[in-house]
Nanobody, 117 residues
Framework: VQLQASGGGLVQAGGSLRLSCATD????????MGWYRQAPDKQRELVAE???????KYADFAKGRFSISRVNAHNTVYLEMNSLKPEDTGVYYC????????????WGQGTQVTVSS
């Protein structure tokens, strides 16, 4: 399964970015798509994820500022990030996984998000 992420970049604090991630759709059992991030010297953490049926989970830091959505027909997930803060800086990774089979867990290449103060 291939995941291709895009949309990162450099933005000032308070600004917005939109990340996109498309999968090749080769495994229809991958119900969940989401975004994780990893800051320097920190562990990778969940930002948000969404099921094929539209159930969404956000990390506390993302609530009210970030919005995740997906287009199932295009095997694509989006992350709209608003009111960005310097602490949102990191590499953002797209993820697609099955909730029933831990072996079906795939990652995109990561896209850098840098928020300047």
């Amino acid at each position: 399964v291939q995941l291709q992420a895009s949309g990162g970049g450099l933005v000032q604090a308070g600004g917005s970015l939109r990340l996109s991630c498309a999968t090749d759709g080769s495994d229809s059992r991958l119900n969940i798509m989401g975004w994780y991030r990893q800051a320097p010297d920190k562990q990778r953490e969940l930002v948000a994820e969404i099921t094929r049926g539209g159930t969404i989970k956000y990390a506390d830091f993302a609530k009210g500022r970030f919005s995740i959505s997906r287009v199932n027909a295009h095997n694509t997930v989006y992350l709209e990030m608003n009111s960005l803060k310097p602490e949102d800086t990191g590499v953002y990774y797209c993820n697609s996984r099955s909730p029933f089979d831990a072996r079906r867990n795939y990652w995109g290449q990561g896209t850098q998000v840098t928020v300047s103060s």
